[in-house]
């Protein structure tokens, strides 16, 4: 009985921690487009998200991370996972992308596009992005790795994986340079050339 209760409290921990790391960035991405990147510090992103500074460092490192962290990458690799095991990694790919762009709200995808043109300026965060999402591309490279059955070291599954990863960068940073870009369909773009061969 004791372990079986622990389980649902460790959830709830986790889930309450995701939430207080969702409102720090949240509130240093509405700075960031207020008065630059640049301009802001810890200190202001702290007081605007009404924790200490020790509590800010608890989920990010340095102030770089607030842009960095995507908070949709865990969502997705759980909708890809879910995903029919009939479908092949483009398709199931496509969907869970899907899936996750139709349950963002208006802000916090206004926020999103923000943080990916944040990266697209700055230098220094576009410097950090390979090192910042490293965890991201190693959990997608265990989830894609697990669908088709092979292990996430396998110099096929690392190809495959840094392909997707480079082509969504590229959209996405072509996404911002469009005034009226959707990022959906800027990815879907992204993956129907890598799914083609990337043919020219």
Do not use: C
Request: glycine share 6%.
């Amino acid at each position: 009985m004791g372990s079986r209760g622990h389980a649902p409290q460790a959830g709830l921990r986790e889930r309450k921690k995701e939430r207080t790391r969702s409102r720090i960035q949240d509130h240093a991405l509405r700075l960031y487009l207020k008065q630059g990147y640049s301009r802001t510090t810890v200190e202001q992103i702290a007081e605007a998200a009404d924790v200490s500074q020790s509590t800010f460092f608890r989920y990010f490192s340095t102030k770089a991370e607030t842009v960095l962290y995507d908070r949709f990458d865990p969502v997705f690799l759980e909708k890809f996972g879910h995903q029919p095991a009939e479908l092949a990694p483009f398709d199931a790919l496509r969907r869970a992308l899907w899936e996750v762009f139709e349950e963002i709200e208006p802000e916090a995808l206004m926020l999103e596009q923000s943080r990916w043109r944040l990266v697209a300026e700055e230098p220094e965060l576009r410097a950090s992005l390979p090192e910042g999402t490293r965890q991201g591309t190693a959990m997608l490279a265990n989830a894609v790795a697990e669908r088709v059955g092979r292990r996430p070291d396998d110099l096929a599954i690392r190809i495959w994986v840094g392909a997707l990863v480079g082509a969504i960068y590229a959209a996405f940073f072509a996404a911002t340079e469009d005034p009226d870009g959707n990022y959906l369909e800027y990815i879907d773009a992204a993956i129907a050339q890598l799914e083609a061969g990337l043919p020219l």
